[in-house]
């Protein structure tokens, strides 16, 4: 999948990068793309520019009356990198 990169915008090819679509999220977002009308920019039509996903991702815990934890978005990625490490050669996962 590719996904626009403000953060690394300002190097060369760095606009965008590729990020791998898991099996267990494949269905899933093969499904939201295949309900919008063609030539349509944004899937997720959501994630707008200037949307924050730290703050929304806080109010969707805080609502599930749970209390968001320090460093959520790095908790996610190093549980994920944990997770494929048990599967695949580390070198493979950090790519």
Excluded at 15 to 26: G, K
Aim: hydrophobic share 35%.
């Amino acid at each position: 999948m590719r996904v626009r990169s403000p953060k690394t915008e300002h190097h060369a090819d760095g606009a965008t990068r590729e990020v791998p679509i898991f099996p267990e999220i494949y269905d899933l977002l093969l499904a939201v793309f295949e309900q919008v009308e063609p030539g349509t920019e944004r899937a997720l039509s959501d994630f707008r520019t200037g949307y924050n996903p730290h703050t929304q991702f806080k109010r969707i815990i805080t609502r599930a009356g749970l209390t968001p934890w320090p460093r959520l978005w790095h908790n996610l990625r190093a549980s994920r990198q944990s997770e494929l490490a048990s599967q695949y050669p580390v070198h493979t996962v950090c790519s």
